[in-house]
């Protein structure tokens, strides 16, 4: 079982939609990351929380909009979403992020389309 | 910028065959070189990681090696079963714990 709790596991909606994808860990990781995976494609970094502050935001258009409430919780809110962001998307937690030596804990994952 | 690179795309092997997988990465300068696996449809398992001082991890039957001067690692594993097929993909980290991941390698273990 993952260390890393992603909710929903599918999700379903319209390009007019808002919703939410969430994160938890547990581990006492103070850095969360945000990845988008198309299919046979590998993982693109989205976003990375360091210690609840945003540090690194890949040029993501303004429609996908991260939150991290608290050092276990990460989410990722959704609005009028394009079919082309149907997609995998992963959470991921590491100890910490500088220094680079940090291994980083994957979720299962939200499968999303958007019709 | 970093762009890494796995060969093969796809791999079959009949089952307890030795193999090697292999990733190559343009920019040497890296802090760590991490190995996932994945199942179809899931998420990413971490099997090994590889600080940049150092030149190869083992866990189990898995094996991964580092040569960051020529930009390559490669993951060896003794003794394939079936249950090790899926997708695997390395991923090269910088100072900020930034991942660029690999193509991936697709192995199916035949029984």
């Known amino acids: 079982d993952t260390e890393v709790t992603q909710t929903p596991k599918h999700l379903v909606m319209g390009m007019t939609n808002k919703k939410s994808l969430k994160c938890e860990q547990h581990?006492?990781?103070?850095?969360m990351y945000w990845y988008k995976q198309k299919a046979k494609k590998p993982p693109e970094l989205m976003f990375v929380?360091?210690?609840?502050?945003?540090?690194i935001n890949e040029s993501v258009p303004s429609r996908f909009s991260p939150e991290c409430p608290n050092s276990s919780l990460l989410n990722l809110h959704l609005h009028a979403l394009q079919p082309e962001d149907s997609a995998l998307y992963l959470c991921?937690?590491?100890?910490?992020?500088?220094?680079?030596?940090?291994?980083?804990?994957f979720g299962d994952g939200t499968r999303l389309s958007i019709l | 910028k970093q762009e890494v690179t796995q060969i093969p795309a796809a791999l079959s092997v009949p089952e307890g065959e030795n193999l090697v997988l292999n990733c190559s990465f343009t920019?040497?300068?890296?802090?760590?070189l991490q190995w996932f696996r994945q199942d179809p449809g899931k998420g990413l398992t971490s099997l090994l990681l590889?600080?940049?001082?150092?030149r190869e991890q083992t866990s189990g039957r898995l094996n991964a090696s580092l040569d960051k001067s020529s930009g390559r690692s490669t993951l060896y594993i003794a003794a394939s079963q079936p249950g090790d097929s899926a997708t695997y993909l390395c991923?090269?980290?910088?100072?900020?714990?930034?991942?660029?991941f690999g193509t991936g390698t697709l192995l199916a273990v035949q029984p």
């Open positions: 991921a937690s590491s100890q910490e992020q500088a220094g680079g030596y940090q291994p980083q804990h």
């Open positions: 581990m006492g990781h103070r850095a």
């Open positions: 929380y360091s210690y609840e502050k945003l540090s």
């Open positions: 920019d040497s300068a890296i802090y760590n």
């Open positions: 590889i600080q940049s001082s150092q």
């Open positions: 991923a090269v980290g910088g100072a900020t714990n930034k991942l660029i």
